[in-house]
């Protein structure tokens, strides 16, 4: 059966880890009845968290797409991973949706992903509906996490919809303040005695609320005193729509208490894709307003892609416009390729059942898109239309990779290509310095997780590495040597023979190499081998095999014999000078330095800056960024590898950072040692 845009809801379940979105997601879908058995997250039976790996470690990494039927509409859901590591993947299950339930827990309230899923959501114009969650627990208070919301969300205007009835483990039920009825067991009855006066005071807020968001109801509120539920309910959806008001409904998903009132409120309350504002898409650079039409030229847009081991490629999809029909041949602008929508489907999780068409506004799934990735548009040859997908932060968390076996290298690149246009928060690169093959995501479990779904849906073995430091070797002191090579073994011998004199130069300045011979005594034609004898050694180091940086070397005398000369002579003649020089001129060790800007609320600034101290780091200033505060420092970067997952610590997810590469710096020579020990190491394992 097809549904149409206004019979639909997309709604994502967003929020810190741990506050009971996957849980929710369970309660819902059982309640109305599109799963038989309630599964749990403890158990590894939670239809949202299929993924092994989700199993496994008891927490969601993927968004998983859902969907349940209650009265007249369809609700798809997206259940979204709540550690701040696998917040791109939930950025992109918000791109998908209309609507989010931002969750909270009863005891916790608002808490640090809290604020940055809601911030995304505001910045995408997804409409957002508060849940407590966990109402059950002790020491749960609806009416204090009602109260973070406002305090901690920006521009927030949180309104309780609805009371607990009993609370920890008492709680049993929910007052609906639209209707004035309570939920109890699932069924509708009339709100307890006891209770009376408390609903109606919350009744009032919320009237209260509603009709400040609009004109005529305020004037109608004046006028008769009171708002009807209709009325009510009118201006809630209104005011939902604009982002005027967070209504804050109370659950409890273990305990399935006030699922019901919740699948209600998202059914009379809930944006559909017909109500909610057209999307920016552009063809070429023209840009184009993309409506909820079910008679449009088909968009749609793939919020995710998934490989399984069994079925292949997954892209789950969210239909902005048009039918689709299965089989359909749509257009993928972000590269031009042709797809066929095969094996269209609407999916519960992990299961899917077929279907022949999906229409504006619907969710679902095809399989073996190989040319689509997590963010492209799929529409016609006609349209070429691209919604842009939403903006990730950098990913500045790398491991170096290395193939385990020579099978595996073999197929490591691939895999890495298609892992890494699953995930978008994922990227790797070869690293031209160190050679290394870097690994980047947004966090060591990020990394782990990538790196067990290349063994387990690839058959990729990988081993994880701390990434080198691409660290260079510089000269302190002018020397002038002498660099021969003399051999004499029958026949013809070798000979070449040159004074070089090495000098500092200014940090940043790379290398120079001049000729200053004079009367021919290093014959012209011989000139080149010695400067290739010369960048050859300076590649390879002195200290610890790194390239040798910022100094001249100045090729003026030599000497040259009539027949055992040759480039190759001139060549070695010219390396072992270099290698005397570099011994004589005070080699040192440079480091690279980052610049590194950390944003942060003010109140662990202290905190954030006695970190950098205590990594080398040197303070630069701060300054205000809205209603944060930004340092900028330097600091070097191998001081800057675990830095993610130490600031993380640090601010409890409340900061963010960048880095770009600054310049070089002489290392402290107490360090010398341990990077001259770790390259001789290296080394030995390369062998
Ligand atoms: N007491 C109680 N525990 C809950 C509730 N909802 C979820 N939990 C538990 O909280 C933990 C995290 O739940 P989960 O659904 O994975 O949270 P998510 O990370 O937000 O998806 C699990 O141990 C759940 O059993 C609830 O309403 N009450
Ligand atoms: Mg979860």
Same mark, same amino acid.
């Given at each position: 059966?097809?549904?149409?845009?206004?019979?639909?809801?997309?709604?994502?379940?967003?929020?810190?880890?741990?506050?009971?979105?996957?849980?929710?997601?369970?309660?819902?879908?059982?309640?109305?009845?599109?799963?038989?058995?309630?599964?749990?997250?403890?158990?590894?039976?939670?239809?949202?968290?299929?993924?092994?790996?989700?199993?496994?470690?008891?927490?969601?990494?993927?968004?998983?797409?859902?969907?349940?039927?209650?009265?007249?509409?369809?609700?798809?859901?997206?259940?979204?991973?709540?550690?701040?590591?696998?917040?791109?993947?939930?950025?992109?299950?918000?791109?998908?949706?209309?609507?989010?339930?931002?969750?909270?827990?009863?005891?916790?309230?608002?808490?640090?992903?809290?604020?940055?899923?809601?911030?995304?959501?505001?910045?995408?114009?997804?409409?957002?509906?508060?849940?407590?969650?966990?109402?059950?627990?002790?020491?749960?208070?609806?009416?204090?996490?009602?109260?973070?919301?406002?305090?901690?969300?920006?521009?927030?205007?949180?309104?309780?919809?609805?009371?607990?009835?009993?609370?920890?483990?008492?709680?049993?039920?929910?007052?609906?303040?639209?209707?004035?009825?309570?939920?109890?067991?699932?069924?509708?009855?009339?709100?307890?005695?006891?209770?009376?006066?408390?609903?109606?005071?919350?009744?009032?807020?919320?009237?209260?609320?509603?009709?400040?968001?609009?004109?005529?109801?305020?004037?109608?509120?004046?006028?008769?005193?009171?708002?009807?539920?209709?009325?009510?309910?009118?201006?809630?959806?209104?005011?939902?729509?604009?982002?005027?008001?967070?209504?804050?409904?109370? &659950?409890?998903? &273990?305990?399935?208490?006030?699922?019901?009132?919740?699948?209600?409120?998202?059914?009379?309350?809930?944006?559909?894709?017909?109500?909610?504002?057209?999307?920016?898409?552009?063809?070429?650079?023209?840009?184009?307003?993309?409506?909820?039409?079910?008679?449009?030229?088909?968009?749609?847009?793939?919020?995710? &892609?998934?490989?399984?081991?069994?079925?292949?490629?997954?892209?789950?999809?969210?239909?902005?416009?048009?039918?689709?029909?299965?089989?359909?041949?749509?257009?993928?602008?972000?590269?031009?390729?042709?797809?066929?929508?095969?094996?269209?489907?609407?999916?519960?999780?992990?299961?899917?059942?077929?279907?022949?068409?999906?229409?504006?506004?619907?969710?679902?799934?095809?399989?073996?898109?190989?040319?689509? /990735?997590?963010?492209?548009?799929?529409?016609?040859?006609?349209?070429?239309?691209?919604?842009?997908?939403?903006?990730?932060?950098?990913?500045?968390?790398?491991?170096?990779?290395?193939?385990?076996?020579?099978?595996?290298?073999?197929?490591?690149?691939?895999?890495?290509?298609?892992?890494?246009?699953?995930?978008?928060?994922?990227?790797?690169?070869?690293?031209?310095?160190?050679?290394?093959?870097?690994?980047?995501?947004?966090?060591?479990?990020?990394?782990?997780?990538?790196?067990?779904?290349?063994?387990?849906?690839?058959?990729?073995?990988?081993?994880?590495?701390?990434?080198?430091?691409?660290?260079?070797?510089?000269?302190?002191?002018?020397?002038?040597?002498?660099?021969?090579?003399?051999?004499?073994?029958?026949?013809?011998?070798?000979?070449?023979?040159?004074?070089?004199?090495?000098?500092?130069?200014?940090?940043?300045?790379?290398?120079?190499?001049?000729?200053?011979?004079?009367?021919?005594?290093?014959?012209?034609?011989?000139?080149?081998?010695?400067?290739?004898?010369?960048?050859?050694?300076?590649?390879?180091?002195?200290?610890?095999?790194?390239?040798?940086?910022?100094?001249?070397?100045?090729?003026?005398?030599?000497?040259?014999?009539?027949?055992?000369?040759?480039?190759?002579?001139?060549?070695?003649?010219?390396?072992?000078?270099?290698?005397?020089?570099?011994?004589?001129?005070?080699?040192?060790?440079?480091?690279?330095?980052?610049?590194?800007?950390?944003?942060?609320?003010?109140?662990?600034?202290?905190?954030?800056?006695?970190?950098?101290?205590?990594?080398?780091?040197?303070?630069?200033?701060?300054?205000?960024?809205?209603?944060?505060?930004?340092?900028?420092?330097?600091?070097?970067?191998?001081?800057?590898?675990?830095?993610?997952?130490?600031?993380? /610590?640090?601010?409890?997810?409340?900061?963010?950072?960048?880095?770009?590469?600054?310049?070089?710096?002489?290392?402290?020579?107490?360090?010398?040692?341990?990077?001259?020990?770790?390259?001789?190491?290296?080394?030995?394992?390369?062998?």
């Amino acid at each position: 059966m097809s549904w149409q845009p206004e019979n639909l809801r997309n709604v994502a379940i967003v929020g810190h880890r741990g506050v009971g979105k996957t849980s929710l997601n369970e309660a819902l879908l059982h309640a109305a009845g599109a799963i038989n058995q309630l599964g749990s997250v403890d158990d590894g039976t939670a239809t949202a968290d299929y993924e092994e790996q989700e199993r496994d470690r008891k927490i969601s990494i993927s968004p998983a797409l859902c969907h349940f039927e209650h009265r007249d509409s369809k609700i798809n859901l997206i259940d979204c991973p709540g550690y701040s590591e696998f917040y791109v993947d939930a950025l992109y299950g918000l791109w998908a949706v209309d609507n989010a339930l931002l969750t909270v827990g009863g005891v916790a309230g608002v808490e640090v992903h809290t604020i940055k899923m809601y911030d995304a959501a505001r910045q995408m114009g997804v409409r957002l509906i508060g849940v407590v969650n966990k109402l059950d627990a002790e020491r749960a208070d609806f009416a204090a996490a009602v109260a973070s919301m406002n305090e901690s969300l920006a521009d927030c205007e949180a309104v309780a919809v609805q009371l607990p009835i009993g609370d920890g483990a008492s709680f049993s039920g929910v007052v609906d303040l639209l209707s004035g009825k309570a939920w109890v067991d699932g069924k509708k009855t009339d709100v307890p005695a006891d209770l009376a006066d408390e609903v109606e005071e919350a009744r009032e807020a919320l009237i209260d609320a509603v009709a400040a968001t609009d004109e005529d109801l305020m004037v109608q509120y004046f006028d008769a005193g009171t708002l009807t539920e209709e009325e009510l309910i009118g201006g809630l959806r209104a005011a939902i729509r604009t982002g005027q008001i967070l209504p804050v409904l109370a &659950t409890s998903a &273990t305990k399935q208490i006030g699922v019901g009132a919740l699948m209600d409120f998202l059914v009379d309350a809930a944006v559909s894709p017909a109500d909610a504002a057209p999307r920016t898409g552009y063809a070429g650079d023209e840009e184009v307003e993309v409506a909820c039409d079910a008679t449009g030229d088909p968009v749609l847009i793939c919020f995710k &892609t998934l490989s399984d081991p069994y079925v292949g490629r997954i892209s789950l999809l969210r239909v902005l416009r048009g039918t689709v029909k299965a089989d359909q041949d749509v257009y993928n602008s972000a590269n031009g390729e042709r797809e066929r929508l095969s094996s269209l489907a609407v999916n519960q999780a992990q299961a899917t059942s077929g279907t022949t068409e999906l229409v504006a506004g619907d969710m679902g799934s095809a399989v073996r898109l190989e040319d689509t /990735s997590t963010g492209d548009t799929l529409s016609t040859q006609n349209s070429k239309l691209r919604i842009p997908p939403p903006e990730a932060p950098d990913s500045m968390y790398a491991v170096a990779v290395t193939a385990a076996t020579r099978a595996d290298a073999d197929k490591m690149s691939d895999a890495l290509a298609r892992l890494s246009t699953e995930d978008m928060g994922l990227k790797y690169e070869r690293n031209v310095e160190t050679g290394e093959l870097l690994l980047k995501g947004l966090g060591p479990m990020h990394l782990d997780v990538a790196v067990a779904k290349l063994r387990d849906h690839y058959d990729v073995d990988v081993q994880m590495s701390e990434p080198r430091v691409a660290y260079r070797e510089t000269i302190r002191k002018s020397v002038r040597v002498q660099g021969r090579h003399k051999k004499q073994t029958g026949g013809r011998g070798q000979f070449g023979d040159v004074w070089i004199r090495v000098e500092p130069m200014e940090r940043g300045a790379g290398f120079e190499f001049a000729n200053e011979v004079k009367g021919g005594s290093v014959p012209t034609n011989y000139i080149p081998a010695v400067e290739k004898g010369v960048r050859a050694g300076m590649e390879k180091g002195l200290i610890a095999g790194y390239p040798v940086v910022d100094f001249r070397v100045v090729l003026d005398d030599g000497s040259a014999h009539p027949v055992d000369s040759s480039d190759m002579a001139f060549q070695l003649a010219a390396g072992i000078g270099l290698r005397t020089a570099l011994e004589q001129a005070q080699p040192v060790l440079l480091e690279p330095i980052m610049n590194v800007t950390v944003i942060g609320p003010e109140d662990i600034m202290g905190d954030i800056m006695s970190d950098l101290n205590s990594k080398r780091g040197r303070i630069l200033g701060t300054e205000q960024v809205g209603t944060m505060q930004a340092i900028k420092a330097q600091v070097p970067q191998s001081e800057m590898m675990r830095y993610a997952a130490d600031l993380r /610590s640090i601010s409890q997810g409340r900061a963010s950072y960048e880095v770009e590469f600054s310049h070089y710096e002489e290392l402290p020579a107490h360090m010398t040692e341990q990077v001259v020990a770790q390259a001789k190491q290296d080394k030995s394992e390369e062998e």
